[in-house]
């Protein structure tokens, strides 16, 4: 079984996780109301652009949580070019949490990440609960991959979540060592 799932998946989870420990921006709205948001916001309304590799922010403000301008910037174009061999394109969608969606300039979603500040701590613990999690030593304060979620990395009070998607036609193994190398670079920028 994959331990990666699509992209949409990733922001309906980490938004849920976020409502459920109280560092959602919905105020009193339910988790199906927030899945739903969470959702709709996972299919951007227009494509990346094709051509040169693009890793300029989208002019959507941040209602906190985490960086929004800056989500993307925590692994360049290059990087994420050698890993993925092949030119990439990004995609902010502000939240909270802020999200970068990672596609090939043919199109192809390959990963995504997102970036919160609200309640790190609190939703690395809880989604690091489940005895199959497999801590990974090295990368930012703590780091672990998580079943059905995807690697995640607790840096100081941020919490970056990364998936590799379908689309990045890799093994299990292969998506596993893409998102370390993402979350080394990331944690290192953080």
């Excluded at 199109?107 to 919160?116: H, I, K, R, T, V």
């Amino acid at each position: 079984m994959r331990a990666f799932v699509r992209v949409p998946v990733l922001l309906v989870i980490a938004s849920l996780a976020l409502a459920a420990c109280g560092g959602g921006g919905g105020g009193g709205a339910s988790p199906s109301a927030g899945a739903s948001a969470a959702a709709s916001e996972a299919a951007p309304s227009s494509a990346p652009s094709e051509g040169a590799p693009s890793t300029e922010p989208s002019a959507e403000p941040s209602t906190g949580g985490g960086t929004a301008v800056g989500v993307c910037e925590l692994v360049t174009a290059d990087e994420l070019a050698g890993i993925f061999g092949t030119t990439v394109t990004t995609t902010v969608l502000a939240g909270p949490p802020d999200n970068c969606i990672v596609s090939s300039t043919a199109g192809d979603p390959l990963a995504a990440w997102s970036l919160s500040t609200a309640q790190a701590q609190a939703v690395y613990d809880a989604l690091t609960s489940d005895p199959a999690t497999v801590v990974v030593p090295g990368i930012g304060d703590k780091a672990a991959i998580v079943q059905n979620t995807g690697l995640l990395v607790l840096k100081g009070s941020n919490l970056l979540v990364i998936t590799i998607s379908g689309g990045a036609d890799m093994s299990e193994e292969e998506g596993i060592e893409a998102s370390k190398q993402i979350g080394t670079f990331a944690a290192g920028r953080l």
